[in-house]
Every structure is written in C-alpha cells, then in structure tokens.
C-alpha cells in the first residue's frame, strides 16, 4: 500500500468516526490560501478544522505527534478562510482545531484517536 493509499483510507475512516461522533461533515479536502484543511465539520454548534494524520505504524511516532505548532496555526488560519468563503453557512457558537490519528498496522485492526480542540 502507497502513502497515498494510506492517507486515503485513514480520511475515509476519519470521516465514518466522525459521523459517528455527531459530526455534520460540511467539506473535505477543501483548499485555501496555503494548504488544505482534509475535513471541515459542525459539532454542535462548534465548527472544526479536522487534521487527519494517518501512518501505518508508529516506527517514525504516533500519527498525532505530525501535528505541529505551525500545522495549527495554519489550520487557524485556514479554517477563517474558509469561513470567509462560505457565508451562506449558519455562523458557529464556537471554532475548534480536533485530530484524528489512525493508525493501520499491516494485517491488524486500524487504531483511531479522536482529539478535540488541539492547541
């Protein structure tokens, strides 16, 4: 499996634990001035920038640990751009960076960690 694999099915399963969670996807793989945000999504009344990072092991760190200060100022960023050129979409309460990490380990059940409002 390429790394372009990888980072397909980690989004696809990011997106079926965040449904799961309650989770209203709005967009995915949406790109503003300077990167992407891989899935934009209501909590409630909460928008969230989500970072999906996905690895198929931990031989380089846990999938999490990518997320970098510069990463989330981006996100921050990113996630105001978005907001700019969506104004059709209900204003939120709330705005808040989440994660999920997945981890699919060759032959093993994938590992998944939803992380709420990274700073």
Known sequence: MT????????EQIAA?????A????LDRNWRGEGGEIDIVAMDGWTL???EVKTRS???FGRPAEAVTPAKI???????????????????????????????????GAPMIDLLRGVS
């Open 57 to 59: 092991s931990w031989r």
């Open 48 to 50: 969230a920038a989500v």
């Open 22 to 25: 309650g989770y209203r996807l």
């Open 73 to 107: 100022a981006r996100l921050r960023r990113l996630l105001g751009q978005w907001i700019g050129a969506h104004p059709q979409q209900p204003r939120p309460r709330e705005l808040r960076l989440d994660v999920v990490a997945v981890t699919l380990p060759p032959g």
């Open 16 to 20: 079926e634990v965040l449904e799961d």
């Open 3 to 10: 790394n372009v694999d990888v980072g397909k099915q980690g």
